[in-house]
Antibody
Framework: VQLVESGGGLLQPGGSLTLSCAAS????????MSWVRQAPGRGLEWVGH??????????DYLTAVKGRFAVSRDASENMLYLRMNSLKSEDTAVYHC?????????WGQGTLVTVSS | EIVLTQSPGTLSLSPGERATLSCRAS??????LAWYQQKPGQTPRLLTY???NRATGIPDRFGCSGSGTDFTLTISRLEPEDFAVYYC?????????FGQGTKVEI
């Protein structure tokens, strides 16, 4: 399994960004997939997940990002996405694409999102 | 949301010693708890899940126990590569949450 994130960068508060995760070795439609973030020098925080297609493909989110962030996937491209709107300084973190919807066995290296004016 | 409190914050031990890490949940998560190890500059590594199951490839010196609100990760004999930060994570009640981490240092 290999997960490679991209799309991070420096944004101003209120901005929007979409992170991508290219997956190999797994079929994203068949797996629960999550995003987990880690602020610099801080601990881990689950952001959200998307269930496998067989389990309904629904999503769930951390309360602090509900209504602002959205997890989706493109089955044809085997890509996972995290759309982030109305970004805040507290969203600054490395965002990891992770296989699993409950516990997390495979992690991508992550992409850094910095929200600052 | 469920708050996971890990103790101690830092554990100072020597190779060969036994490490006991605690994770306490603010309400019951049944056995839906995992432990991770993270070394500097690396992504977290899953150690255990469902309260007591070791992940693939994890040495048997790592053991975990507990259910409900109190969980323990035990490293029976510390190896030099075990010095790291350890996190617990619950997936019993959404949103899933992590503890703040315990650093095991020499």
């Amino acid at each position: 399994v290999q997960l490679v994130e991209s799309g991070g960068g420096l944004l101003q508060p209120g901005g929007s960004l979409t992170l991508s995760c290219a997956a190999s070795g797994i079929t994203l439609n068949d797996a629960w997939m999550s995003w987990v973030r880690q602020a610099p020098g801080r601990g881990l925080e689950w952001v959200g997940h998307i269930k496998s297609k067989a389990d309904g493909g629904t999503t769930d989110y951390l309360t602090a990002v509900k209504g602002r962030f959205a997890v989706s996937r493109d089955a044809s491209e085997n890509m996972l996405y995290l759309r982030m709107n109305s970004l805040k300084s507290e969203d600054t973190a490395v965002y990891h694409c992770v296989m699993g919807g409950h516990y997390f066995g495979w992690w991508g290296q992550g992409t850094l999102v910095t929200v600052s004016s | 949301e469920i708050v996971l409190t890990q103790s101690p914050g830092t554990l100072s031990l020597s190779p060969g010693e036994r490490a006991t890490l605690s994770c306490r949940a603010s309400q019951s998560v049944s056995s839906y708890l995992a432990w991770y190890q993270q070394k500097p500059g690396q992504t977290p590594r899953l150690l255990t899940y469902d309260g007591s199951n070791r992940a693939t490839g994890i040495p048997d010196r790592f053991g975990c126990s507990g259910s409900g609100t109190d969980f323990t990760l035990t490293i029976s004999r510390l190896e030099p590569e075990d010095f790291a930060v350890y996190y617990c994570q619950q997936y019993g009640i959404s949103p899933w949450t992590f503890g703040q981490g315990t650093k095991v240092e020499i």
